[in-house]
T-cell receptor, first 110, second 113 residues
Framework: RKEVEQDPGPFNVPEGATVAFNCTYSNSASQSFFWYRQDCRKEPKLLMSVYSSGNEDGRFTAQLNRASQYISLLIRDSKLSDSATYLCVVTYSGNTPLVFGKGTRLSVIA | DVKVTQSSRYLVKRTGEKVFLECVQDMDHENMFWYRQDPGLGLRLIYFSYDVKMKEKGDIPEGYSVSREKKERFSLILESASTNQTSMYLC????????????FGNGTRLTVT
């Protein structure tokens, strides 16, 4: 079975803090990786793709470590509006559906 | 922007009723998916479809069926609703196969009494 594991949290951090989440995946055949964000009572929305070389989008940095089979998300200078659940997503080749982790809940506190 | 529209935001049905959840996407996406989301269990895939009239079982298909007669529309059917099907149901679509990100509808919160 293809598994994606995340620490459920919650991570409670003060505004301005840096916080990092890890996500491990069990199947080495994994091809593509994403981070989604889900606000309370809303649908998940794509936050960013994760590329082999790592990628950055403003305060957010995603990294992939294929050897250890994990991806990470780093959020710098946390804002109150970053409070959400962050879902790790792994895909495989062909028409195999994406596999979601159960999510990590982040609360940024004033 | 891709728009995935689910027909109802909230739905209350009685045990034993047949329930239809409709989903329409406007970006000519090949692939469509139905998930349910429950606290502590995350997103679980019910059914998916990679083409018109084609369907594949996901992780939890029991008690559900689907229909995809047109490319833009993917319907989830609860043949005989039960209380354990009370959940948030999320439809999603993607352009290609497994490597394309998903675009979600805003969900249908179904309560079965």
């Amino acid at each position: 079975r293809k598994e994606v594991e995340q620490d459920p949290g919650p991570f409670n951090v003060p505004e301005g803090a840096t916080v990092a989440f890890n996500c491990t995946y069990s199947n080495s055949a994994s091809q593509s990786f994403f981070w989604y964000r889900q606000d309370c009572r809303k649908e998940p929305k794509l936050l960013m793709s994760v590329y082999s070389s790592g990628n950055e989008d403003g305060r957010f940095t995603a990294q992939l470590n294929r050897a250890s089979q994990y991806i990470s998300l780093l959020i710098r200078d946390s804002k109150l509006s970053d409070s959400a659940t962050y879902l790790c997503v792994v895909t495989y080749s062909g028409n195999t559906p994406l596999v979601f982790g159960k999510g990590t809940r982040l609360s940024v506190i004033a | 922007d891709v728009k995935v529209t689910q027909s109802s935001r909230y739905l209350v049905k009685r045990t034993g009723e047949k329930v239809f959840l409709e989903c329409v996407q406007d970006m000519d996406h090949e692939n469509m998916f139905w998930y349910r989301q429950d606290p502590g269990l995350g997103l679980r895939l019910i059914y998916f479809s990679y083409d018109v009239k084609m369907k594949e079982k996901g992780d939890i298909p029991e008690g559900y069926s689907v229909s995809r007669e047109k490319k833009e529309r993917f319907s989830l059917i609860l043949e005989s609703a039960s209380t354990n099907q009370t959940s948030m149901y999320l439809c999603a679509s993607s352009l290609y196969g497994g490597n394309s990100p998903l675009h979600f509808g805003n969900g249908t919160r179904l309560t079965v009494t």
